[in-house]
């Protein structure tokens, strides 16, 4: 749709098109990391019973679950991006979220930490992806400064052409 749109000349459509679809993704993969986190072990258990995997399962979707919303958001604004011909934000989401969860990681053990410090640099990363493609689009990343979403009227007046 994105693709289409700016094909088009309807930036303002194609902006529209991308909030909607963040935020559809963003309600879903929150509410599948939501329910996960309450009932970590309703899930796991139907792929094993092993005590140590239940326990190192539970203690990640605890950590991580209520983040995957921000996953979500992430992959919904790289695709768009695509579609866009915009890529350099979604790829510096990705290194940044690479090096929050390999930084963070190491610094957990290094420092003492547990699986379970591990698993909210995990989380963190997923949060520092979303946000960095949210914001980059927003800030303008795509046709120059316009903002998060706003009526047309103020959004045809901002846009920028290429």
């Known amino acids: 749709m994105v693709g289409t749109c700016i094909g088009a000349g309807q930036h303002e459509r194609a902006l529209r098109a991308t909030w909607i679809g963040a935020a559809m993704a963003f309600t879903l993969t929150e509410g599948i990391g939501l329910v996960a986190s309450a009932f970590p072990r309703a899930w796991l258990s139907l792929f094993d019973t092993d005590p140590a995997m239940l326990e190192a399962g539970t203690q990640y979707l605890r950590a991580v679950g209520?983040?995957?919303?921000f996953f979500g958001v992430g992959l919904v604004l790289y695709f768009a991006s695509q579609g866009a011909g915009r890529l350099l934000w979604p790829v510096i989401g990705n290194i940044a979220r690479l090096a929050v969860a390999a930084i963070g990681g190491w610094l957990?053990?290094?420092w003492g930490g547990g699986l379970a410090q591990v698993f909210m640099a995990?989380?963190?990363?997923?949060a520092v992806y979303g946000v960095v493609i949210a914001a980059a689009i927003?800030?303008?990343a795509w046709f120059g400064r316009v903002g998060w979403p706003c009526s047309t009227a103020t959004l045809l007046r901002r846009i920028q052409p290429y």
Do not use: T
């Open 66 to 69: 209520p983040l995957y919303g």
């Open 108 to 110: 957990a053990i290094r």
């Open 138 to 140: 927003a800030g303008g």
């Open 122 to 126: 995990q989380g963190a990363a997923l």
